[in-house]
């Protein structure tokens, strides 16, 4: 199975400040089509997942342009450009490629 | 309003079967990639299953802990769908999403409690 790590673990973050997390594949997650299937996903205290950005960089409807997604091949980071209160949760990768699918250990970002 | 609701979670004995269900709304499920998704307590996610659109085919895939004790099938009638899960031991605590993907969308249910415990 293709192995996801992120780093880091916990993220405290003030508010207003940026934030950055990085997610590590153990093999390309470029698929036979040329697509890389790398998602984010957030999950806030008590809800369920809900996906930020698929396809390495294409944030979903109604998500905040403070979220963005780059990288390739095996190296990947989620950045928030100006973290607020709401995005306090646990942030996971995904790898969309190679079945079985597999996500990152999570990142618990935190208001300072 | 696209939406899905898992429901059959439970407490259930080491060795015992448990069947969830997921019913979808909004949206055909026989034309989004459906997959479960479970969650241990305080733990990470973890793709158990998937089931492919009918026009990919509709097959089913497991991850290594669950193939050939789990079932991802669906009723295109009701709209639902389902994972039959057997010889459930205790490592298959957690909370189980089921999770749903269409071209303009990606949902997740609420999640539904599987206890595993004597």
């Known amino acids: 199975d293709v192995v996801m790590t992120q780093s880091p673990l916990s993220l405290p973050v003030t508010l207003g400040q940026p934030a950055s997390i990085s997610c590590r594949s153990s093999?390309?997650?470029?698929?036979?089509?040329?697509?890389?299937?790398l998602i984010w996903f957030q999950q806030r205290p008590g809800q369920s997942p809900r996906r930020l950005i698929y396809?390495?960089?294409n944030r979903d409807s109604g998500v905040p342009d403070r979220f963005s997604g780059s990288g390739s091949g095996t190296d990947f980071t989620l950045q928030i450009s100006r973290v607020e209160a709401e995005d306090v949760g646990v942030y996971y990768c995904?790898?969309?490629?190679?079945?079985?699918?597999?996500f990152g250990q999570g990142t618990k970002v935190e208001i300072k | 309003e696209v939406q899905l609701v898992e429901s059959g979670g439970g407490l259930v004995k080491p060795g015992g079967s448990l069947r969830l269900s997921c019913a979808a709304s909004?949206?055909?499920?026989?034309?989004?990639?459906m997959t479960w998704v479970r969650q241990a307590p305080g733990k990470g996610l973890e793709c158990v299953g998937r089931?492919?659109?009918?026009?990919?085919?509709?097959?089913?895939d497991y991850s290594s802990p669950v193939k050939g004790r789990f079932t991802i099938s669906r009723d295109d009638s009701k709209n639902t769908l389902y994972l039959q899960m057997n010889s459930l031991t205790t490592e298959d605590t957690a909370v189980y999403y089921c999770?749903?993907?269409?071209?303009?969308?990606?949902?997740w249910g609420q999640g539904t409690m599987v206890t595993v415990s004597s």
């Open positions: 999770r749903g993907v269409g071209s303009a969308f990606d949902i």
């Open positions: 909004g949206f055909s499920l026989s034309n989004a990639r």
């Open positions: 089931i492919k659109r009918k026009t990919d085919g509709g097959t089913t």
């Open positions: 093999q390309s997650l470029v698929y036979s089509d040329g697509n890389t299937y």
């Open positions: 396809r390495v960089s």
């Open positions: 995904m790898q969309g490629t190679h079945w079985p699918w597999t």
